[in-house]
């Protein structure tokens, strides 16, 4: 069974500045996706970025980005320019890519890490 | 398109009391899930559903049971509340795994449950 570490139960950071929120994971797969969801006070999940596995090159989205190491099972958050809004928890979720023909479907199952919750000083 | 919506948004029940929480998903989605959250603990799922009249269990599916009776909606029922069942629940959609093969899961607003 794949399991996501968060070793980071909080992070801080001044407005404008940037930070790096971490997450570890371990699987034995080579097919995989990895997403990083916001939830702000309001409880939604926000989906913020996602990598596949297969993709060397880092995703990117606006002031998200991430750090994939796959050789390292390492797939951190980075925030550019942190706003007020930023303030959240962060989840790190994994996702199998396996489908019937590779042994066994996932059925899109998603795996969480235990959380960061982020607070953004003024 | 409203996407995924949880009735109700926060109860309490007293322990031994049953209820059913509702999830509709209105994007013609295959798969359903429900996650429980709780401190520290991230999202864990509870049980999922592959298509309508079908059900499998997740990492934590003590105490609840679900019924896919539509396609459309996916219910999580509690037959005797515990105050371990204390929580906030999600329940998500995602396409079959040919069309939502990258694509990320869609979440309701979640019901927060307290038990007494």
């Known amino acids: 069974a794949q399991t996501v570490t968060q070793s980071q139960p909080e992070m801080s950071v001044q407005e404008a500045e940037t930070v790096t929120l971490s997450c570890t994971y371990d699987?034995?797969?080579?097919?995989?996706?990895l997403f990083w969801y916001k939830q702000p006070p309001s409880r939604q999940m926000i989906l913020v970025i996602r990598?596949?596995?297969?993709?060397?090159q880092n995703a990117t989205e606006n002031r998200f980005s991430v750090n994939f190491q796959k050789a390292a099972k390492s797939f951190s958050l980075k925030i550019s320019d942190s706003q007020l809004g930023d303030a959240a928890m962060y989840f790190c979720?994994?996702?199998?890519?396996?489908?019937?023909?590779?042994?066994?479907?996932?059925?899109?199952?998603?795996?969480f890490g235990q959380g960061t919750i982020l607070t953004v000083h003024p | 398109n409203a996407g995924v919506t949880q009735t109700p948004k926060f109860r309490v029940l007293k322990t031994g009391q049953s209820m059913t929480l509702l999830c509709a998903q209105d994007?013609?989605?295959?798969?359903m899930y429900w996650y429980r959250q709780d401190p520290g603990m991230g999202l864990r799922l509870i049980h999922y559903?592959?298509?309508?009249?079908?059900?499998a269990k997740g990492e934590v599916p003590d105490g609840y049971n679900v019924s896919r009776l539509k396609k459309q909606n996916f219910l999580l029922g509690l037959e005797s509340a515990a105050p371990s069942q204390t929580s906030v629940y999600f329940c998500?959609?995602?396409?079959?795994?040919?069309?939502?093969?990258?694509?990320?899961?869609?979440f309701g607003d979640g019901t927060r449950l307290s038990i007494l």
């Open positions: 979720a994994y996702r199998s890519a396996r489908s019937t023909n590779a042994g066994g479907t996932s059925y899109g199952k998603l795996t």
């Open positions: 699987t034995s797969e080579s097919d995989y996706y």
């Open positions: 990598q596949e596995a297969y993709k060397q």
């Open positions: 994007m013609n989605h295959e798969y």
């Open positions: 559903s592959v298509g309508e009249g079908t059900t």
């Open positions: 998500a959609s995602n396409p079959d795994r040919g069309l939502g093969r990258n694509q990320p899961q869609h």
